[in-house]
């Protein structure tokens, strides 16, 4: 079971991009990397997932090395209201949540 | 997309009774479903995942005489919080994800999350 090493929080400014970055030493050959966003006293909500090189769509770009012991989440342009909390989850489904394990999760808090 | 909805958004009940959560796919047939339990600043625990026509299972530490789990069709999964303490409070969230080709990495919807207080 690969397991994530996120920051714990991070802050950022309206209009910049932002970066996370999470580590996953572990991973194995058929996980996948997704990451999710949750804002207070809701469910997460799916942001995008890849397998490797770069994945992007509407709202983020997903990097993910070579090596694929880490990745990284890029959210252009910031606004007040992506402030929530950011997790990367690394596994694969077959049938089970068991491999899909959430961290600790980022904190982004984005400032006027 | 695929929708999952949770009902109800919030709850509020006595120590000692019990209370039913449920979790639907509103635009797609869910085998699995997943329930997860967060406090407060905590991340997510998966409790248990829910298997339509047959018997959950249950993570370790995780009471299966307590948190009764139903999933009678391919579209509901209910949550049973039996005899409920203030211990109990959380917040209930549940998630599946649509079956197909993909299914084999495909993500998982969350619900909107079950507030419970019990008092």
């Known amino acids: 079971l690969a397991k994530t090493t996120q920051p714990i929080s991070m802050d950022s400014y309206e209009g910049q991009e932002v970066n996370i970055t999470c580590s996953h030493n572990?991973?194995?050959?058929?996980?996948?990397i997704t990451w999710y966003q949750q804002f207070p006293s809701q469910g997460p909500r799916f942001i995008i997932q890849?397998?490797?090189t770069k994945v992007t769509n509407e709202v983020a770009s997903l990097f993910i090395p070579a090596d694929r012991k880490s990745s990284t989440l890029s959210l252009p342009r910031v606004s007040l209201s992506d402030t929530a909390v950011y997790y990367c989850l690394v596994g694969t489904r077959s049938g089970s949540a068991r491999q899909l394990t959430f961290g600790s999760g980022t904190q982004l808090t984005v400032l006027p | 997309g695929a929708v999952v909805s949770q009902h109800p958004s919030w709850v509020i009940c006595k120590s000692g009774t019990s209370v039913k959560i449920e979790c639907r796919s509103l635009?797609?047939?869910?085998?699995?479903m997943f329930w997860y339990r967060q406090f407060p600043k905590q991340s997510l625990m998966l409790m248990a995942t829910?298997?339509?026509?047959?018997?959950?299972?249950?993570e370790q530490g995780v009471e299966k005489d307590k948190f009764l789990i139903n999933h009678a069709s391919l579209t509901l999964s209910t949550l049973t919080v039996t005899s409920a303490h203030p211990e109990d409070s959380s917040f209930y969230i549940c998630s599946a994800s649509p079956p197909g080709q993909s299914s084999y990495n495909s993500p998982l919807h969350f619900g909107n999350g079950t507030r419970l207080t019990v008092t």
């Open positions: 635009d797609f047939q869910a085998t699995t």
């Open positions: 829910s298997n339509e026509g047959s018997k959950a299972t249950y």
């Open positions: 890849g397998y490797k």
């Open positions: 572990n991973i194995a050959t058929n996980d996948y």
